[in-house]
């Protein structure tokens, strides 16, 4: 499975194949052509619950993959539906947030990529 991970405000890519936004609220500033989105998961994405008590603090990043992952664990036929477009060709997982190595997009690549994910 290919998944890659880009913020939704970087400029779309061929390589990129299937695009997917996987935040539950529509990113700022960001029209619905510029974003050339093939879908928007946002049943995925972290509930709001999770994502407000995370608020992007580094140090409550485990927490964070440690819940988001039990509610991945519910959500069984989106995470199906993402890794069958993942073995079809590259998946790329579009985020907002403005950290680049812990936010639900970096999570939620480590869930399906992984052999207990699911």
């Given at each position: 499975m290919a998944f890659r991970i880009k913020r939704i405000?970087?400029?779309?890519?061929?390589?990129?194949?299937?695009?997917?936004?996987?935040?539950r609220l529509w990113p700022r500033g960001v029209s619905k052509e510029r974003a050339r989105l093939d879908e928007w998961c946002k049943e995925i994405a972290p509930s709001d619950e999770l994502r407000k008590e995370f608020g992007h603090h580094a140090e409550r990043w485990e927490?964070?993959?440690?819940?988001?992952?039990?509610e991945l664990d519910g959500k069984q036929e989106e995470v199906s539906s993402l890794r069958g477009k993942g073995e079809a060709g590259p998946v790329t997982l579009l985020y907002a947030a403005k950290d680049e190595k812990r936010n639900n997009a970096v999570a939620l690549r480590q869930y399906l990529e992984s052999e207990e994910g699911g």
């Open positions: 405000y970087d400029e779309p890519a061929d390589s990129d194949g299937y695009r997917v936004l996987v935040d927490d964070f993959k440690k819940e988001y992952f039990r």
